[in-house]
């Protein structure tokens, strides 16, 4: 049988026929002749030159083979990890649609239960509200924690004044910037239940708009025509809720929309008015900062922010004391979207998120200086993120020689009870709601 395989090779003018007859029928007897073709010596030279030639074409025809079945292998793994990927997905948005069903309607059925409390003593009420609020965010959290999606802490340690009243401004890539927010202030103390967030209105909409709404959070509406109406809301708003609700953080980003949105627009304003040119970050509005510094700020000293005297130091309703500015970064400058975080189709990522601490008093209040402020918070904002892209680290603090950064951690133990309180009252309230429809229908 290889011997005919071997003159049908030889003689035939159709190698490449024969040589798809031999790789797919007789794979061994083709890889015999091939070799049998180079191994005789008994051959004339003309006759060898055929062999050698119809050799060379059927083992380029074999290597051609070979390399088409290691594409299909890669083609097979690549369709088993997709599936995969898919089948994860499934199974992970499946479980936060059960979790959002079960832990939004039971944490606005137990604030309508405690209805009566709020009326008697409102601050016990917003405290309640503020524990069941910081659990679900830590829900949420869990949600990138199960997927590998970590955070890694850089810069001041902002634990020391969780208690204080602060304004946190933070630059805006994508929605995931609050995901992560809502994981690296779950081990600061009392931030995450005492908190005030200011975000697009479009947020209002998605699940978590109405435990939001609840909350009192505050959502603004971008765009010149509401601009100043919008401002006037937002004075309204913290005048009405932020002390009355005991707030002590409060949450914004000053660049008023997405990095890739608003970039080609910062730059050109930037180029117009001689201003730097910014790649990582966009300009700042000034609107919202100036609103929050005015309304929620210690009384103001020649243009500033006065921290007051030791005694007013320590009574927190004195207004804002710290200005947090929060610096997030995604490796290789790749943000995380909410899509992300709730399929997880990401590869486990580490996110940085880098703190700076100003005191209030170092921060004006009027427009030309605040707006000469701002703009240089996030000239610094672009120097720490080139940096980090460039070497995958912040830079060191001033005096300091090299940078110290800290993995921020999730208790497993925790998120499960959290997890196991949610499910145990949604079924405890879909039974209570089953039995009073029996009852009256």
Known sequence: MIRTAYLICRYSNRVTRV????????????ERTMGSAWKRRDLNPASASVHATNGFRLGSIFRQEDFGRDRMAQLFEGA????????????RFAFMFINNCVAIPSYCLYLILLQPLRVMDSRAFWHIEGVMFKWMLAMVSSWGWVAGYTVMEWGDDVRPISEEEAMVIVNHQATGDVCTLMMCLQDKGTVVRKMMWLMDHVFKYTNFGLVSLIHGDFFIRQGKAHRDKQLLYLKDHLDKFYHSRDRKWIVLFPEGGFLRKRRETSQSFAKKNSLPHLTHVTLPRLGATQVILKTLGPQQENGTLGAGDGDQAVNKSRGLQWVVDITIAYPSARPMDIQTWIFGYRPPTVTHVHYRIYPIKDVPVETEPLTDWLYQRFVEKEDLLAHFYQ?????PPKGQKEAVSKEMTLDPVWLCLVQSFAFASGYMWYSVLQYFYCCFF
Request: aromatic share 14%.
């Open 80 to 91: 088993r990890k997709l599936g995969w990927i898919l089948l994860k997905s499934l199974i």
């Open 391 to 395: 070497t995958g680290a912040f830079p």
């Open 19 to 30: 040589s798809f007859i031999l790789s797919h029928h007789f794979p061994v007897i083709a």
